[in-house]
Structures are given as C-alpha cells and as structure tokens.
C-alpha cells in the first residue's frame, strides 16, 4: 500500500505561482510513476504531470508545459508541481496519485488539494 498526502494548495492571483507537494508513505517507489492530476467544478479530472520515480523522466499535458514542473526528492520520498503564470483555468483539486510501472491503472490517491486562481 502506498499513502499519499497532498499539501500547498490555496488562493493565488492569476500569473501568480504555486508549489504542490505529495508526500509518499508504505512503500519503496523505485517501480512507480507518480502522477498528478486536476479536477476543476463540474469536470471529470485530468493529467496535469507525471514523473517515473527511477530515472526521473516527466511528461506534461500541453496546457501546462512550460508553466508546470514536476519534481522528486528521493530522500523525502515526496514529488513536488511547481506552477508558474498559473491561470483561472487552473482551479480546481489536484489530486496526487501512484501507480507500479506494471500496473494499467493508477492505483493509489491521495485526497487532494485545493487550487483557487482569481482573476
């Protein structure tokens, strides 16, 4: 089992930035890509960023590449979203998340965390 818990969210003005953290407990995540995910009001949720935990390879949506950073501190077992000129399309719950590189489904969340961008 692998526990994930989200922090860093909260209010921010747009062009502002924001930096997620995802701390990991139970599990040694040399096999596992770590994901984060957004859910905004109303949507289904949907890949922000994901990060494979051996080798540190990342991949972006299109909306946010160039804006958002992933990132992993292997001694803090946490992986980080660094989010920069952050728009009002950006709110939402970001959801933080597991799976073993073997595994077709993400397989562990966290309980996520708020991101408001105003206006």
């Known amino acids: 089992q692998v526990q994930l818990v989200e922090s860093g969210g909260g209010l921010v003005q747009a062009g502002g930035s924001l930096v997620l953290s995802c701390a990991a407990s139970g599990h040694t995540l040399s096999n596992y890509i770590m994901g984060w995910f957004r859910q905004a009001p109303g949507e289904e949720r949907e890949p922000v960023a994901a990060?494979?935990?051996?080798?540190?390879?990342?991949v972006y949506a299109d909306s946010v590449k160039g804006r958002f950073t992933t990132s992993a501190d292997y001694a803090k077992s946490t992986v980080y979203l660094q989010m920069s000129s952050l728009k009002p399309e950006a709110t939402g719950v970001y959801y933080c998340a597991a799976r073993h590189m073997a595994s077709g489904t993400w397989d562990y969340w966290g309980e996520g965390t708020q991101v408001t961008v105003s206006s």
């Open positions: 990060l494979t935990w051996s080798g540190g390879s990342t």
